[in-house]
């Protein structure tokens, strides 16, 4: 059963970091696009990154701020985000699969539960 | 960036209605198409994805039509389970780009 279970949402202050984590299990983590989208409260859902072997998107939102990575040893995508903004608040969700190759598109199959990360003084 | 809109935002019907929700993109996304529903508190589920197919383990009562720019989401019966917000999704091209959503509510 695929699994993906996000952690590391905190209240933090605006202009702060947090590194955000999502631990894969149930797949072959390393052979699979992965991507995080973000829902503020009471809004829709945005799409803030995707990770391939051959390519990194960020949204341009957070481009410039947030880092998309993983270690597939341990099966776990990260997001790094810093110089937070309170329009940052939002859950965090991890998803799999992401972008085009060989004539076809591939939608964010598996999402997780979600991490709450809330910026405010 | 390819522009989704979705409508309506609020849609109230009753047991065993047929519901259609419409997503349309402003340029054309193929079938690159995906539909979400988001039960409140949980997480989004994929429903259809590549415009007209239904993921594995979800009900048949939902379907999916539509290519280039308009698509449409159904629900053939509604059921009382079906109270949720709907989400269309284009993943033609980055930067990946959702409609506003679509609240379905039980009369």
């Known amino acids: 059963e695929v699994q993906l279970l996000e952690s590391g949402g905190d209240l933090v202050q605006p202009g702060g970091s947090l590194r955000l984590s999502c631990a894969a299990s149930?797949?072959?983590?390393?052979?699979?696009?992965m991507s995080w989208v973000r829902q503020a409260p009471g809004k829709g859902l945005e799409w803030v990154s995707t990770l391939a072997d051959a390519y990194t998107h960020y949204a341009d939102s957070v481009k410039g701020r947030f880092t998309i990575s993983r270690e597939n040893s341990k099966n776990t995508l990260y997001l790094q985000m810093s110089s937070l903004r309170a329009e940052d608040t939002a859950v965090y969700y991890c998803?799999?699969?992401?972008?085009?190759?060989?004539?076809?598109?591939?939608?964010?199959?598996?999402w997780g539960q979600g991490t709450l990360v809330t910026v405010s003084s | 960036d390819i522009q989704m809109t979705q409508s309506p935002s609020t849609l109230s019907a009753s047991v065993g209605d047929r519901v259609t929700i419409t997503c349309r993109a402003s340029q054309s996304i193929s079938s690159w198409l995906a539909w979400y529903q988001q039960k409140p508190g949980k997480a989004p589920k994929v429903l259809i994805y590549k415009a007209s197919t239904l993921q594995s383990g979800d009900p048949s009562r939902f379907s999916g039509s539509g290519s280039g720019t308009e698509f449409t989401l159904t629900i053939s019966s509604l059921q009382p389970d079906d109270l949720a917000t709907y989400y269309c999704?284009?993943?033609?091209?980055?930067?990946?780009?959702f409609g506003q959503g679509t609240k379905v509510e039980i009369k």
């Open positions: 998803a799999r699969g992401g972008g085009c190759t060989g004539g076809n598109c591939y939608w964010p199959d598996y």
């Open positions: 149930g797949f072959t983590f390393s052979a699979h696009v």
């Open positions: 999704q284009q993943y033609d091209s980055f930067p990946w780009t």
